[in-house]
């Protein structure tokens, strides 16, 4: 007979009253083995408990009016939900992952990476600083008109100190810079002009009346 | 509550209880509250969690105390139902704690290892050992040896024939007495 199923006709006779030596006794072959199951039930029945009127006070408290809760019971119950609630967020979030439908397995990556993509693309657009033409160096063909796109000096505006001579001198240095300004339009206009006659003479010059 | 010829009566203290009778209530909690309490110590091995979980169970019951059928005139299969559910839900949220800890015994030299072993340790070692079993013959080890229910009342709860659970009991006693005997103890 199969040891687990001596066990089973072991516990039957238990069951109906008859005591250990004299089950022990029905089976001489496998005293040994069922002395140390006897042993094991002997032991696991041992457990005393008594009801503890401490968690019944609990529940009553608890039961229609929701206190008597002692501080240090909520606080266990809040550690025990914040860390459960900490755990599961993750590996729910995982599990909904593996619990998608086929579709939903691409749909959500794809848009996912597209919504990126475009958060990406307007940060990015939005940061680019605006472009200022410098002087460029245009190549300048015969009768054409170069012009130099004006470059005002970036000075560091004066600091404010307060001082009346420095505001004077502050005036007179703008006003100074737009004089020169305006001369360097004035000489750029005559420059102008002077091309543009050159221009007119060199059409006079080719042009004979008498071809047409 | 005041008739005292009522308090064993299950089925009169849960529609009691029902009325919002808070003693009959707290009658049906010293019948229940040792079993529930052995089940899910048994499964947890810690008090703490043991006295809350127990704590939900009682609450829980009394919540759906309208709901409760009552058959055949004992209601400790609903409380044990219920202690399930809970478990397993708290297993659930739980998940790594049943990644099972490898068993620390006492330092104990090897010759003299079973008389310095008192009953007790051997106690907290069996229920770590039963924790490796399998779920069926933990439950049913469980019901049957520490909450000394009968074969018939576990078959009823667990939804299974009684000549399985007879099957399922002496392999769970096979395993654990194997298992004591690898760490030397039997």
Known sequence: MKFEKVIEKAIELLDKGKSIP?????????????????????????????????????IINQI????????????????????????????????????????????????????LAVLIFATQSSKKPTEIAGPTAT???TGEIARETPVFSQETPPVATGNIDDVVSVVL???SVEVSQIERDIQEDVNILGIDNQALNDFLGAYNENEF | MKENNFKKDPK??????????????????EMYFVPVFRYLFARLNSKTETEDLTQEVFL??????????????????????????????YWRKKKEVLIEKEIVLPNYKESDLIEQIEKKEMGEIIKKLIRELTLDQQEVIILRFINEMSNKEIAKLL????????????????????????????
Request: aromatic share 8%; charged share 35%.
């Open chain 1, 22 to 58: 004299e089950i022990l006794n029905s089976f001489p072959e496998f005293e040994k083995e069922l002395k140390e199951i006897f042993e094991i039930i002997e032991i696991l029945g041992k457990e005393k408990i008594t009801p503890n009127r401490e968690i019944l006070e609990r």
């Open chain 1, 139 to 141: 190549p300048v063909s």
């Open chain 1, 173 to 175: 240095s703008d006003a």
């Open chain 2, 60 to 89: 829980k019951v009394y919540q759906n105390i309208n709901k409760v059928e009552i058959k055949d005139n004992s209601p400790l299969s609903y409380f044990f139902t219920v202690a399930r559910n809970l478990l397993i839900d």
């Open chain 2, 159 to 186: 939804g299974k024939r009684e000549d399985a659970v007879r099957q399922l009991q002496s392999r769970a006693l096979k395993n654990l007495r194997e298992k004591l005997k690898n760490l030397k103890i039997l």
């Open chain 2, 12 to 29: 009169l203290l849960i529609d009691l209880a029902k009325n919002g009778d808070k003693e009959a209530f707290g009658v049906l909690y």
């Open chain 1, 64 to 115: 229609g009016i929701e206190k008597g809760v002692t501080k240090e019971e909520l606080t266990r119950y809040l550690e025990r939900e914040t860390k459960l609630k900490g755990r599961l967020s993750l590996i729910e979030l995982i599990k909904s992952g593996f619990n998608m439908a086929e579709k939903w397995k691409i749909i959500v990556p794809v848009g996912t990476l597209i919504v």
